[in-house]
């Protein structure tokens, strides 16, 4: 037993610093990135926020519409072999660019990326391999197959909460390692397991160790607030995954109750692009009993449910939420003087909030 007593921050324990500026407007800042990857060798430019593979939200229609923004989509795994072609036939080169085919490392998984590629003629670029926990060398073993067996793909992969791990993944042939285990808002594996590392702590070290390689990182989970976004930037990562604060819109996937009651999105006889007064939707994480209930059959007796259910406002459109976290990143750009995206991370200085602090001299 160790314990390790060096303080690991979330994005709530710590504010941005304010600096001078040149800017003369928030609309003055780029908030694009261009990336060479590691691997494939491939170059990618755009806004580097990405909708996360759940399957309330990583739907196509939410793609359509971050498309619009330069974002990108990670499609959950739930799809069938036919909806992924017909849905990624219809992208231009540049709408492929900005969309991930999404698998676990079951070899049904791979067997159906494999025999979608195929009847695409090769026509995605972009893989994520996503499983709870990244630890095992099993996921490495197959990490490394993949990469070898498709060269000139980019692959995503994780989760992994330690600079150690990330190198790993990194030498296994990830482009871009996913960090985050827990943080999210429909997740409570740190409950349930006892395992994690604060989100901001998290990406500040496996940012550092992912550089070193030429790697890239992407922060997943614990986007809350606008502001989040330049705190993980700030912190050093290049992608940024947001999950929960995506659900609930007309792009998202899950069900729509009216007061209370399940009911279709066709029975609703109203503006479908604006928030509608007593609808919810259901929002859930990827390892709740939900998802495993809708997507494996049920629970294995041998597992515990790391996910939880919510049930969100609906909001409309994802435009109007868009919108609203692009602008607070233009803000944050703008307080601390950075005309470029890839200029946060360097004038970037963390302060801890009254409530780290006091906690610190309780203790």
Not at 47 to 70: K, R, W
Not at 305 to 321: D, I, Q, W
Request: proline share 3%; hydrophobic share 40%; net charge neutral.
């Amino acid at each position: 037993m160790k314990i390790d007593l060096e303080v690991k921050l979330d994005f709530d324990d710590v504010l941005i610093l304010p600096k001078r500026s040149i800017l003369a407007s928030r609309k003055d800042v780029d908030i694009t990135r261009t990336f060479v990857m590691k691997h494939s060798k491939r170059s990618w430019t755009g806004v580097p926020i990405i909708a996360a593979n759940m399957d309330t939200v990583g739907t196509f229609a939410m793609h359509q519409s971050l498309c619009a923004y330069e974002m990108m989509t990670a499609f959950h795994k739930f799809y069938t072999a036919e909806q992924h072609i017909v849905e990624w036939d219809k992208m231009t080169d540049w709408e492929t660019a900005l969309a991930w085919f999404s698998i676990g490392m079951r070899d049904q998984d791979y067997t159906l990326f494999n025999s979608v590629q195929a009847r695409l003629d090769r026509k995605i670029q972009n893989l994520c391999i996503d499983v709870p926990s990244a630890y095992l060398e099993s996921f490495v073993k197959f990490l490394d197959r993949v990469r070898k067996e498709n060269p000139d793909i980019t692959i995503m992969a994780g989760n992994v909460c330690t600079p150690e791990m990330t190198e790993a993944l990194i030498l296994a042939g990830a482009d871009v390692v996913k960090v985050g285990v827990g943080p999210g808002a429909q997740c409570i594996s740190r409950r349930v397991a006892g395992v994690g590392v604060p989100q901001l702590s998290a990406v500040i070290e496996c940012a550092d160790a992912a550089h070193g390689l030429k790697g890239l990182i992407c922060s997943d989970g614990g986007i809350v607030y606008p502001g989040d976004l330049g705190k993980a930037f700030g912190a050093g990562a290049d992608f940024v995954m947001m999950g929960s604060v995506l659900g609930g819109h007309k792009e998202s996937g899950g069900d729509i109750y009216q007061n209370g009651q399940l009911i279709s999105r066709d029975s609703l006889e109203v503006d479908l692009n604006e928030p509608i007064p007593n609808v919810k939707m259901k929002i859930y994480g990827m390892a709740s009993e939900e998802a495993m209930d809708r997507h494996y059959g049920g629970k294995s007796n041998y597992k515990a449910a790391e996910g939880r259910v919510s049930y969100v406002p609906y909001k409309g459109t994802v435009s109007h939420t868009v919108e609203e976290f692009l602008g607070g990143l233009r803000s944050t750009m703008s307080y601390i003087g950075a005309e470029k995206l890839k200029e946060v991370s360097k004038r970037t200085t963390f302060i801890r909030t009254n409530r780290i602090l006091n906690q610190s001299t309780s203790s």
